[in-house]
């Protein structure tokens, strides 16, 4: 065919999908690119003007594009590969058919290195995200395909690499993006230089058995025909055998021959109405026998890329099982090209100006389901709605940053050390300021020194990246303290003051450990260290210490009633007589002075009405009572400049508690029998008894610890006195202290 034959095959294909297009138009792109290519051949010795044409044709005729489509096809290299600029060709056809141009270009010039797994996903993103617009894509991927179709020119290194890329970056590609013949095409073709033999072994296996699987085939399609024209169903039916590299996967994944592939054979019924998708499925399943649990409902629930369908599996003659899709002609056709189909309805429609470039993308994947989904929608909107950015090292590793991202964050990605010693950075080769806005593709380098003071203060702004940010804050932490340790005080005592709280009130010894605690910092400094690297705010500090602040007031509340309430006796005394009162006992205590204080009883000498007592004002605990010769309260104490305000008057009422738990110490020559006789003392006495505890001493004593409880203190000398009158007992005494 010459290169004429194959334009008017180019338009004859156009004019069959799209009558209306611009062929003047076309014709001049194809004049142009003609000529800027004249002199240049392909490896295979043909004049290069065959490529864009193929590529053009494989555009129109698995895509359906557009007039544009085709032109920036046609001229997919000219940029690239001769001396014609964006510029004439934004002016001699449009702006819009040369940025489609110069985004196939770009991603022309992206050198893929066989990566680890994440790589390859990175650079798939980055190769749809710098697709800013869907079609560039699908333009390259249509290069890609022809250059698989005639990779045999090229040398064997050549045939790998771009075999390896086009497995790991295009099938993928044009997968997600649903477009399954060309996703097929380009696996085969790879397949055929990455594994020759297997890939021969596939071929030729199924061509011997081609005869056998020919009959099979055609009687099957014979009777699904004829079952369906019996009742009046229109459609189409036609079978495949799985392409090669689907066999060689199963094969291989599964260690499988050809014969045990389940679904080698599969059947496709093409009809006009959803109804009659459910209509043919109940018609196979009454001419063959069904597989239990290999039919799939893809109508009902699509799958991620948009694709649907009713899959069943079948037993057909001779016990060999097929695969039957039934679908309508809609979803086969967006079965067969993906995004491109709905590009093409999208066209048609000329859908409303507010609906943005890739709203239907969006809304076509959100409706899908599944953790698969969810994975597209997400990357895809990642990809096409740019919240991220990739751009590469030197060395041709994709970095993956967050939109907006500087060099600085760039920097702090490869490494800390990188981003604390930077001093400059380059963007494809040109310096650049550090709050550069990094692009997709771009090549990223950072000049280091020795001699780098370390981030800026303001880094912390320009920084996109958490990443970045927490290390720089790092940075501040450990190398800084100084500075920090300033800055931070500043900002706490600012906000201190903001909130009307003294300082003093902060660094007061009986305050200061706990409100640190409250903020779980060691010292001031600490915290005035984290402020100043931005750990903590200065808010924050404060606004817990102020809680803090407020609950020891509190606690101290009664402490302070207390003892305002005593001076203010004092006071008051030499003016007047006090004036009767009502006396009001705290569980059988009056405090002098006090009505409705606190009491508690001290644990050291339990008191009872009747013994003497002094009263003792605790830290915010009330007036704890102790026995007038309990070691606890002895005079000394009572004395001591620094407690004796706290020591007060207190008296037995005349209402005390019906009785008062106190603690007894028995002291005897031990012999048999002891305890007995203490148990009856208790006993004939009526004695409340709260617990007994004896121990034996090395010397052949023993000692009884009593907790009992008593009404007053004579009820207890007369079980005291009770107790010395049991034989052996040497002593009875209250402890105390
Ligand atoms: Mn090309």
């Known amino acids: 065919m010459t290169v004429h034959e194959q334009y008017e095959l180019l338009e004859k294909t156009i004019r069959g999908y799209n009558p209306s297009a611009d062929f003047a138009q076309i014709r001049a792109a194809f004049a142009f690119a003609e000529k800027a290519h004249d002199g240049q051949t392909r490896k295979s010795g043909e004049p290069y003007i065959i490529h864009p044409l193929a590529v053009a044709q494989i555009v129109a005729e698995e895509l359906k ?86 990779m045999e020119y090229q040398s064997p290194a050549k045939q790998k690499q771009k075999s390896l890329e086009t497995m790991e970056i295009y099938a993928p590609i044009s997968h997600r993006l649903g477009m399954q ?30 005869q056998e699987y020919d009959f099979f085939m055609r009687r099957t399609q014979e009777q699904i025909d004829e079952r369906l024209d019996q009742l009046d169903i229109p459609h189409i039916v036609y079978g495949r055998i799985k392409h090669p590299y689907s066999i060689y996967r199963k094969m291989f994944n599964q260690n499988k021959s050809l014969d045990e592939i389940f679904d080698l054979f599969a059947f496709r019924v093409i009809v006009d109405t959803v109804g009659d998708c459910y209509n043919v499925l109940g018609v196979i399943h ?79 994947l959100e409706n899908q389901e599944g953790a698969d989904a969810e994975d ?116 706490f005592e600012a906000e201190l003051k903001h909130c009307g709280i003294p300082m003093k009130d902060v660094t007061a010894p009986e305050n200061l450990p706990g409100l640190l605690k409250k903020i779980s910092y060691g010292t001031l400094d600490e915290l005035y260290a984290a402020i100043g690297y931005g750990g903590f705010t200065a808010q924050k500090a404060v606004s817990r210490m102020q809680s803090e602040l407020q609950r020891i007031a509190k606690q101290h509340q009664v402490e302070k009633q207390v003892l305002e309430a005593v001076e203010a006796k004092i006071e008051e005394a030499p003016k007047a007589p006090p004036a009767p009162k009502a006396v009001k006992s705290e569980q059988g205590i009056i405090v002098e002075g006090l009505d409705n204080c606190l009491v508690k009883f001290s644990k050291c000498c339990t008191p009872v009405p009747g013994d003497e007592i002094v009263g003792f004002i605790t830290r915010g605990y009330g007036v704890s009572v102790h026995r007038a010769d309990c070691p606890n309260a002895s005079l000394e104490r009572r ?95 209250r402890p105390a202290g």
């Open 65 to 150: 594009l557009d007039s544009e489509s085709i032109e920036a096809a046609l001229l997919h290299d000219v940029i690239e590969d001769t001396p014609a600029s964006h510029a004439d060709i934004s002016k001699l056809f449009s702006p819009t058919i040369a940025s489609l141009v110069e985004g196939v270009s770009k991603l022309t010039r992206i050198q893929y290195a066989t990566k680890e797994d994440e790589q390859m996903e990175n650079l798939r993103k980055m190769l749809i995200a710098m697709s800013k617009d869907i079609r560039v894509i699908l333009i390259k991927v249509a290069d890609r395909l022809h250059n698989m179709r005639t």
């Open 376 to 491: 597209f929608i997400h990357s895809l909107k990642v990809d096409m709605f740019s919240d991220e950015v990739f751009v590469f090292t030197p060395n041709g590793d994709v970095q993956n940053l967050p939109a907006g991202a500087t060099p600085i964050d760039f920097a702090y990605a490869i490494h800390s050390a990188v981003g604390n010693r930077m001093v400059g950075a380059k963007v494809n080769g040109r310096i650049v300021p550090f709050e550069h806005v990094l692009k997709n593709g771009d090549i990223v380098e950072i000049m280091t020194s020795k001699n780098a003071k370390g981030p800026g203060r303001d880094w912390m702004k320009i920084a996109r990246s958490s990443e970045a940010r927490s290390k720089i804050r790092q940075w501040f932490k450990k190398e800084k303290r100084d500075e920090n340790i300033v800055n931070g005080r500043s900002a």
């Open 286 to 364: 009454d001419i063959f026998k069904p597989i239990l649990g290999r039919f799939k409902d893809y109508i009902g629930t699509p799958k991620p890329n948009g694709y649907q369908s009713l899959h069943t599996t079948v037993m057909g003659g001779d016990g060999i099982p097929f695969e039957v899709q039934i679908r309508t002609r809609e979803m086969h056709e967006i079965a067969e090209y993906g995004v491109a189909a709905h590009w093409k309805y999208k066209q048609g429609g000329q859908g409303s100006g507010s609906e943005g470039r890739y709203e239907w993308v969006r809304r076509l």
């Open 639 to 733: 004395t001591a400049p620094d407690q004796a305000d706290r020591w007060i008057k207190v008296s037995w009422g005349s209402d005390t508690n019906e009785s008062y738990p106190t603690t007894l110490e028995v002291v005897c020559k031990d012999r048999q029998g002891l305890l007995l006789d203490i148990s009856a003392a208790l006993s004939t006495t009526n004695t409340f008894v709260l617990g007994i505890n004896s121990r034996s001493t090395e010397d052949d004593f023993a000692i009884f610890r009593l907790e009992v409880r008593m009404r007053d203190s004579q009820q207890l000398s007369t079980l005291m006195n009770r107790l010395h009158q049991i034989s052996g007992v040497l002593k009875v005494v």
């Open 181 to 210: 013949r060309i996703k097929w095409e380009l696996e085969d073709l790879s397949l055929k230089y990455l594994d020759p033999i297997g890939y021969q072994e596939i071929v030729s296996n199924l061509d011997s058995k081609r």
